[in-house]
């Protein structure tokens, strides 16, 4: 698991290699912003990506 630490207050954090749900419980403890994992989504051809989020996952907030 690799946390990327906050490096200003305009940046997330996104921890990398979730596996266990007991990672999630405490990362979310520690306030970090962002999971990623095959725990949370495994890894997946693009065509199928947009099938399953739509093309809007693209959008900037």
Known sequence: MKKKAHLSR????????????SQIELLKALGCDRLQGYLIGKP????????Q???S?????
């Open 44 to 51: 997946m051809p693009a065509e199928d990506f947009f099938h």
């Open 10 to 21: 305009r940046m997330l954090c996104v921890t990398e290699g979730i596996e266990t749900d």
């Open 53 to 55: 989020f739509g093309e």
């Open 57 to 61: 996952t693209l959008r900037k907030k």
